[in-house]
């Protein structure tokens, strides 16, 4: 985000201020090309942990270190003009302490220059979200399905049915009162989901969560079909970039081996053309 860029980059006070205003529009984005396709189109640009599956081969989140978040936070971030980076917090990173969690949001924010770092975890986590925002640090909080706590969790499962739909309700309440300027709601049923949007005064973000959140997120590499390990119910894709790419590397593949590639237009002549002949 340049300092003489013309377009104004949102910031955690716009999110926020868009409560019941028009849906808020959020995708992943880990490297600088994919930051320059989303940023006409998004409000936010979550540099996510899910970078450790999508791009790193790892089975899960847990394996995400800061090293890796910051080096795709600063990439991010030079691609963005408008749109809001927000970057991951990793597991280890702050469920410490508050003292932990502030050190290492400063060095997220202060080394990539992003505004504002998303973490996971409800009532729990209201304490290191209020000592954080206190100190200038805006915090996306994240409730329901917290894949970093999937060990505990018992799987990627629905977060909220029957019994649980208070424990959520009581989670994305307390970081509100914390001081999050908005809540992601992951794998939530869409009727709680509704209903919490009702309650809080902050905006919710919903990636599994139905229609009715304040806005919605997904993981871009998901919605181009680019990453095709799993794919998850809440995922539409709207493109098969993965195939095409396939197609197109087959294709090239078989060029090479035919020798018809690269064809006499790819390559450079011995001797260069007089001047003023065609080529």
């Not at 201020?17 to 090309?33: I, S």
């Amino acid at each position: 985000m340049s300092a003489n860029s013309p377009v104004r980059p949102v910031l955690p006070a716009d999110i926020k201020a868009r409560k019941g205003a028009a849906p808020l529009v959020c995708l992943t984005a880990y490297t600088t090309p994919v930051a320059r396709l989303v940023d006409p189109h998004c409000d936010i640009a979550l540099v996510g942990d899910s970078l450790g599956m999508v791009l790193h081969g790892l089975p899960s989140t847990i394996g995400v270190t800061m090293e890796m978040m910051i080096f795709h936070g600063r990439a991010v971030v030079r691609g963005l003009q408008k749109a809001m980076p927000v970057i991951d917090m990793p597991f280890g990173s702050y469920e410490e302490g508050r003292e932990q969690a502030f050190r290492n949001a400063a060095r997220l924010m202060a080394e990539t220059g992003a505004p504002a770092v998303k973490l996971e975890g409800g009532q729990h986590m209201a304490e290191t979200i209020a000592f954080l925002t206190a100190r200038g640090v805006p915090v996306m909080a994240h409730v329901g399905l917290t894949p970093q706590a999937v060990n505990t969790l018992g799987g990627y499962k629905v977060v909220g049915r029957e019994a649980e739909a208070d424990r959520v309700m009581a989670d994305a309440r307390a970081v509100q009162d914390a001081g999050a300027f908005s809540v992601v709601l992951e794998k939530v049923p869409e009727g709680l989901a509704g209903r919490i949007t009702q309650a809080l005064d902050i905006p919710t973000i919903g990636i599994g969560a139905g229609v009715k959140c304040d806005g919605q997120i997904l993981v871009v590499d998901d919605m181009l079909g680019l990453f095709t390990e799993f794919r998850p119910k809440f995922v539409k894709r709207y493109a098969n970039l993965g195939q095409m790419a396939d197609q197109a590397i087959a294709d090239y593949a078989a060029e090479v081996r035919a020798r018809t590639f690269p064809a006499a237009e790819h390559a450079f002549p011995d001797v260069l053309p007089a001047k003023g002949a065609k080529s």
